[in-house]
């Protein structure tokens, strides 16, 4: 045998200098591949909305103001008036934007184009705007909730978390409409009230475990509606429609069960339109629906990864008692998910 063999104390060395190396290397796949997510700890105020300055004397004490002081307070330091009174957010769960509004400057290829005619029309007629809203991943629906109402993306190991969710506590616009006196509803999938256990005051939380329903992970959300749009209690209603979601993961985007589970999308859509049109100005309340999507879908009705089919989800803006067109601030058809933020 060539070469001199190994003395005990090189061998140790040697094993030593190996084991430390894949522990280095195990560190940089660990700290590269997921993310460290600090959250900025504490609440933001209404010192939010004045410009930052260097002197940091001017405190505000919102700590012992009611809720309607503290909203009249918000409302007076962001000097915009409040367009809207009430919000209705509806959450198609992995509906991908192509569906509706085609992708790029196509229509889309798909049989999905003609599914949603109601809102196609309200959309050509410019009573509602839509936008790709870009996911980020991991493309499942827990950290995409979170990072709408946070607006931070949340790190990967969230996917970790998705079925045994804790309760969010980052600061987030839901809790800021709890504290200034806001009634929250929810009817849908559960993951809200997993995330927000003690917010809601009317809520039916829908189990995202039965992934073969599709049938009544949507009707135990519609059931509701005819008596929560006549309610006038509320300031913000969520609807989660895991509906869509689920007929992906049975048969993918083009599942004979597609289509007319997005007509009945569109249905729902069509029912909070028609009611509040009817109902003229609703007492002076002026309502705003927002239909979202928390992620898309792959061919084969996957998410969580980070291709485009998963990570184009939908975000429409419909005025329902505006009877004259929206006109957008841009023609960029693209944001981000997460925030106000354009994509440049
Ligand atoms: C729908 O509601 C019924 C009655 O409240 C309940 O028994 C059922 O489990 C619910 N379905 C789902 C999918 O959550
Ligand atoms: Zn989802």
């Known amino acids: 045998m060539a070469g001199r063999p190994l003395s005990c104390g090189r061998l140790a060395t040697l094993t030593f200098a190996a084991v430390l190396l894949q522990i280095i290397g195990l560190l940089l796949f660990v700290f590269g591949f997921f993310p460290v997510n600090p959250a900025l700890p504490g609440i933001s105020g209404a010192e939010s909305y004045r410009m930052p300055t260097c002197d940091d004397s001017f405190e505000t004490d919102n700590g012992n103001l009611l809720p309607e002081q503290l909203g009249s307070l918000y409302r007076d330091m962001s000097q915009i008036p409040s367009t809207f009174d009430r919000i209705i957010l509806m959450v198609i769960d992995g509906l991908p934007a192509e569906f509706l509004i085609g992708r790029g400057d196509q229509p889309s290829q798909n049989s999905m184009w003609e599914a949603m005619p109601y809102t196609h029309s309200l959309l050509s007629k410019q009573r509602a705007i839509a936008y790709h809203a870009k996911a980020a991943p991991p493309t499942v629906t827990m950290p995409r909730l979170k990072a709408m109402v946070s607006g931070a993306i949340g790190g990967f190991l969230d996917v970790a978390f998705n079925f045994n969710t804790q309760a969010f506590l980052d600061d987030n616009l839901l809790d800021h409409f709890y504290r200034i006196g806001w009634k929250l509803i929810m009817f849908g999938d559960n993951t809200w009230t997993k995330l927000f256990p003690s917010l ?53 985007r083009h599942s004979l069960l597609m289509a007319p589970k997005l007509k009945e999308m569109d249905d729902v859509i069509k029912m909070i339109h028609i009611h509040s049109s009817l109902n003229g100005d609703d007492h002076g309340r002026r309502m705003l629906l927002v239909v979202v999507s928390d992620h898309g879908m792959t061919e084969s009705g996957n998410h969580g990864g980070s291709s485009y089919e998963e990570t184009d989800s939908l975000a429409v803006f419909i005025d329902l008692q505006s009877q004259s067109p929206i006109y957008a601030p841009s023609m960029r058809r693209e944001v981000f998910q997460k925030c106000c933020y354009y994509h440049t």
Do not use: Q
Not at 218 to 243: C, P, Q, T
């Open 200 to 252: 809601f005051t009317r809520d039916d939380g829908v189990s995202s475990f039965y992934v073969k329903d599709t049938v009544e992970v949507d009707f135990n959300v519609s059931r509701h509606l005819e008596a929560e749009l006549a309610a006038s209690d509320w300031k913000l209603m969520i609807l989660h429609y895991l509906g869509v979601d689920h007929v992906g993961h049975i048969g993918g």
